[in-house]
Structures are given as structure tokens and as C-alpha cells.
């Protein structure tokens, strides 16, 4: 994967294109990459991972993405101090029916499975 041989400076105003290939099928490609990323610059992925975290973790099924996905969640973790009350409030400003959309699909991954909830 020529992405990986890339220099995460060079791809810093992409990350939210990035995470935005990680539920797709070649997403086992961008989560290497992303955690480049947050090793050298946590503060550029902070904010745009957690504008998308939760739908993130239901966009892939693949063993893989998710171990990294749990790897890239810890690198970020730390950094949860004064952040997280702003991350809080631009989540409330996020289009309504994005949020209502997340909303059914976790109550369907809860309650069908995420087999029928994916569909």
C-alpha cells in the first residue's frame, strides 16, 4: 500500500477524507495511517475523530479495522482534558437528522444486530 510509504505531514488536510474511508472496504488501509497521524500529531486528529468516533466504530465490520480503531481511540484518549466539553457542544450542532440517523442505526445494532443494522 503505497499510502503507508506516505509522510503523515503530507496528509494532515485530508484527515477528515481519511477517516471517512475507514468503514469502506479498503478502510484496514487508512487505519495504519491514521495512527501515524495521532503518534505525531494528536491534536490535528483529535477533533475530526471525535466528530465521527461513534460512527465510525458501526462502519466496519472487519476485525482489523476495529483492533485499530480501538488502538487509535486509546493514542487520543489522553487528551481528553479541556477538549472534551467543546467537542460536546459542536456535537449538538451537527445537522439533526445526522444525529437522528445515528441515533436509529445504534437502536437498531442494539436491538436487530449489526447484521440488519448495516443494511
Known amino acids: 500500500a503505497r ?4 509522510s503523515p505531514d503530507l496528509l494532515l488536510p485530508w484527515v477528515p477524507q481519511i477517516l471517512g474511508h475507514v468503514g469502506l ?21 483529535y477533533y475530526p475523530y471525535n466528530m465521527v468516533r461513534d460512527s465510525l466504530a458501526r462502519s466496519s465490520t472487519d476485525a482489523e479495522v476495529q483492533a485499530g480503531l480501538g488502538r487509535l481511540r486509546a493514542q487520543l484518549e489522553g487528551m481528553d482534558g479541556p477538549l472534551q466539553p467543546f467537542i460536546q457542544q459542536m456535537e449538538r450542532l451537527r445537522d439533526p437528522a445526522m444525529r437522528l440517523g445515528d441515533l436509529l442505526a445504534e437502536i437498531a445494532e442494539t436491538y436487530v444486530g449489526p447484521c440488519v443494522a448495516a443494511k
Open 25 to 45: 472496504p479498503h478502510g484496514k488501509l487508512m487505519v495504519p495511517v491514521l495512527e501515524r497521524m495521532a503518534s505525531r500529531y494528536p491534536h490535528a486528529l
Open 3 to 6: 499510502i503507508g510509504s506516505v
